[in-house]
């Protein structure tokens, strides 16, 4: 199983990474078995299965619910729960209650938390009492209002210069790795160079130690024009289309059922190819 000792060790190896969202029992399997070293339970959730129109609206209750899906599904991978908007915000101990709640409720290794500032602190509770942290700044989605939109943050050298600082007080508040988002790609490099820890780049250029992406976005199944940062590796909204529009029409034409879909009451095969006897198992998903 993948650690936290694990993604430190690939840095100090120099061997770059992949970290992808997973949201479900299905697709956390599949990522888990394709060798993904780490699963994101992301409040992108509350986007791209929830249909917010933003992250803010994701609750603890939604994060658990997905978190422990993909508990189930995963093996190998090691599991980070993001805490969502207003989950850690208010003090400390909510902070930690929230956070024992993806550990001991839904199975997650880790947890995610947003910005600097009096996050930092957090952190430093949080990575004290067991419960190992990855950090997250530059573009933080749940601040976009502060940010007056989902916009590429660390533009000026002051605000590159406050990002550098998180990072190097975040690692020392004992954080394992720090997702850097929508930052300018020399000021990822900067942030990656100065620390020991992991960066986890999105939308930060290829100087940082791992890259992830929201898995909707690179299976092609969110619609539309893509960030600049995305890369599709597929096409499903498309093929998902395909399919359902040749389920619909082989019902219309009568092709759907056909004979190998059939079950018979006394055992003999209505036709051919063999069907599913009654008593064989019959179950959904396999
Ligand atoms: O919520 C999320 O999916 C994230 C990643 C994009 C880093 O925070």
Redesign the pocket.
């Known amino acids: 199983m993948t650690t936290v000792l694990d993604v430190q060790r690939f840095k100090d190896e120099g061997r770059r990474f992949a970290m992808l ?1 997973a949201y479900d029992f299905l697709s956390a399997k599949i990522l888990d078995e394709a060798g993904i070293p780490v699963l ?1 339970v ?3 959730l509350g986007m791209v299965m929830l249909g917010h129109p933003t ?1 803010l609206p994701a609750t603890m209750d939604d994060m658990l619910h997905h978190a422990k899906a993909v508990a189930r599904g995963a093996r190998q991978a090691l599991l980070v729960g ?1 805490m969502p908007f207003m989950s850690y915000q208010v003090s400390t101990e909510q902070a930690i209650a929230n956070a024992g709640r993806f550990i001991q409720e839904a199975g997650m290794h880790a947890v ?1 938390l947003e910005g600097g500032g009096p996050v930092i602190e957090i952190s430093r509770r949080l990575s004290e009492i067991g419960i190992p942290v990855m950090g ?1 700044l530059g573009l933080t ?1 749940q601040s976009v209002h502060t940010m007056g939109g989902f916009k590429v943050q660390g533009k000026t050298e002051a605000q590159a210069a406050r990002i550098l600082a998180d990072a190097k007080a975040l690692q020392d508040a004992g954080a394992f790795s720090i ?1 850097l ?1 929508g930052v300018p790609s020399q000021l990822a490099a900067r942030v990656t160079n100065a620390l020991r820890i992991p960066t986890i780049g ?1 939308g930060a250029g290829p100087a940082t130690d791992a890259q ?1 992406l ?1 898995l909707h976005d690179m299976l092609g199944l969110t619609t539309g024009k893509a960030a600049k940062f995305v890369k599709r590796y597929a096409n499903l909204a498309e093929e998902i289309t395909r399919a359902a529009t040749s389920y619909a029409d082989d019902i219309r034409d009568g092709k759907f059922p056909g004979p190998e879909h059939e079950y018979s009451a006394n055992g003999s095969a209505p036709a051919s190819p063999p069907v599913k006897q009654v008593g064989e198992e019959v179950k959904y998903g396999g």
């Open positions: 969202t994101l992301g409040d992108s992250t993001d995610k997250h989605p997702v988002e999105i992830v929201v």
